[in-house]
């Protein structure tokens, strides 16, 4: 039985989602708060203290040994932090660029010169080396082989090789011919 066709489940998604638009719309629409000023008393602890012999107008946190901010760098740096938005968590990340293929092309350098089935499957002969799949020949690794074709995988990524003289389009369609 499927969840959805379920009224248990049904009810439920439908309270949960009235509980949900309710808590939005009475958080839009209640009053705001309005912020009262502090206390003396706490006031008096978030007030830094300024040392004795301090020079005057001078910053309470560099009397007091701590570091200085550059104020002037905030503001400078405020505009843009503002106007450039944060990223989007559920944005996929930013591709590499492409680059060109390294290194030549298979079929330049591979020549395929025959392919059998044995028991445990397909056996290729490629530059006159008997090659089973995952093994590797001139820097290639064979990926698949079928009976008229190879595949293989370099830094270009996958690439097919064919028997000489043939090409790599697919077999035609049959016809079909009047006859029963």
Do not use: C
């Amino acid at each position: 039985m499927s969840l959805l066709q379920n009224r248990w489940v049904v009810g439920g998604l439908g309270v949960g989602a009235i509980a949900v638009v309710s808590f939005n719309l009475y958080r839009q629409l209640r009053p705001q708060r309005v912020k009262r000023p502090p206390s003396p008393a706490a006031a008096a602890l978030t007030t830094p203290t300024v040392k004795p012999g301090a020079k005057p107008g001078a910053s309470p946190v560099a009397a007091s040994g701590g570091a200085q901010l550059d104020y002037g760098h905030f503001t400078t740096k405020l505009a843009d932090w503002v106007a450039t938005p944060p990223p989007d968590p559920f944005s996929p990340p930013a591709l590499p660029p492409a680059e060109a293929p390294q290194g030549p092309a298979a079929a330049a350098v591979l020549k395929l010169q025959g392919t059998w089935r044995q028991t445990g499957g397909f056996v290729a002969v490629i530059n006159r080396q008997a090659v089973t799949e995952k093994e590797v020949v001139d820097g290639f690794t064979v990926q698949q082989i079928e009976a008229d074709r190879v595949f293989v995988s370099s830094l270009r990524g996958v690439e097919e090789i064919t028997f000489p003289g043939t090409s790599v389009a697919p077999p035609p369609r049959r016809v079909a011919t009047g006859g029963r």
